[in-house]
């Protein structure tokens, strides 16, 4: 039961492999992981135009950062657990502090700071460079165990994967 | 006789949706009966979020609600600039199965500068949300 859960090269690009390589729509938005560790993710986003929520002033919309932040969380929270087992996001609260600046990068990191038998507590912050000049942050929960069907798990072969991918 | 405008014209709202290059990317567009406004996020493989289950993206689901949100507050407001979300909490139900989703908001609360919107998701059965959000909008940035 202890935290020996050691993120190692091979298992971070395992975690991009499964985590979001295989996920279409993180796929779709341009997301990477910068970073891992312990209960914690670091993801980004590039600029890209076809993101912008508002043309004349070319900021990206505010979907993106809830798309960035949601994945960066689910992440978190699975890099908290002993084992992988399914999640689902319960509820997830975004405030947005400011726009983001048009043609700079997207970072979102997140935290899992508490996990309970059912219940998973995370927390997160978008910015380009500087996490404490924030462009939103977010508080979320997920449910440990929520689905019947099979977690995403990190050793599955990428074949079977790609057979999802249809 | 004659007639005379009681409301603004109501805005083209396929023209606002235009506007947000998001949108399309989202695959969103919008049903309009009457002053009823149902938007829809048509499927397409790029909006899985798990693909062993298949269920749409959590982050995908979260910003149709807000876009839905902003389009009925265009609609409703006839505000011209694109309301900037201030706070929005997403709750998720259900998960979203791998079809088209729709989508409907109101405006609980509309005041001067900002307005407090309730948006809901849902798939076969309207019953069923998958999705709920409410969040504040700022309608206007403050006189400047």
Redesign the interface.
């Known amino acids: 039961m202890t935290n020996d859960f050691q993120l190692t090269p091979e298992n971070i690009q395992m975690m991009k492999d499964v985590l979001i390589e295989?996920?279409?729509?993180?796929?779709?938005?341009g997301l990477t992981i910068l970073d891992a560790k312990h209960g914690e993710s670091w993801l980004t986003v590039p600029y890209d135009?076809?993101?912008?929520?508002?043309?004349?002033t070319g900021v990206?919309?505010?979907?993106?950062i809830?798309?960035?932040?949601?994945?960066a969380c689910?992440v978190a929270v699975q890099l908290a657990l002993p084992e992988r087992i399914s999640i689902?996001?319960?509820?997830?609260?975004?405030?947005?502090m400011k726009?983001a600046t048009p043609g700079e990068t997207l970072v979102g990191h997140a935290h899992c700071y508490k996990v309970t038998r059912n219940i998973a507590f995370v927390r997160g912050t978008a910015y380009h460079t500087d996490p404490l000049d924030p462009i939103a942050t977010c508080v979320g929960t997920f449910m440990l165990g929520a689905?019947r069907?099979?977690?995403?798990p990190l050793d599955v072969s990428v074949d079977l994967?790609k057979k999802?991918?249809? | 006789m004659s007639e005379t405008l009681k409301n603004p014209p109501a805005p083209d709202l396929n023209a606002f949706l235009a506007a947000i290059p998001y949108a399309q990317f989202l695959n969103i567009s919008i049903d309009q009966k009457g002053n009823e406004i149902t938007t829809v996020m048509r499927f397409e493989h790029k909006l899985i979020g798990n693909p062993v289950l298949p269920a749409l993206h959590g982050g995908a689901i979260g910003a149709f609600l807000e876009m839905t949100s902003i389009i009925q507050l265009a609609f409703e407001t006839g505000i011209t600039s694109i309301p900037k979300p201030i706070g929005l909490t997403i709750d998720y139900l259900r998960s979203g199965k791998p079809q088209d989703l729709y989508g409907r908001a109101h405006i609980t609360k509309q005041g001067r500068r900002v307005a407090t919107v309730h948006a809901e998701a849902w798939q076969d059965d309207r019953a069923k949300p998958v999705a709920a959000a409410h969040g504040h909008f700022l309608l206007k940035a403050a006189e400047e």
């Open positions: 295989h996920v279409p729509h993180a796929r779709a938005l135009k076809k993101l912008v929520g508002n043309l004349e990206i919309h505010g979907g993106v809830t798309a960035m932040l949601d994945n689910g689902a996001t319960l509820d997830l609260r975004i405030d947005y726009p689905n069907a099979a977690p995403m994967l999802f991918e249809g």
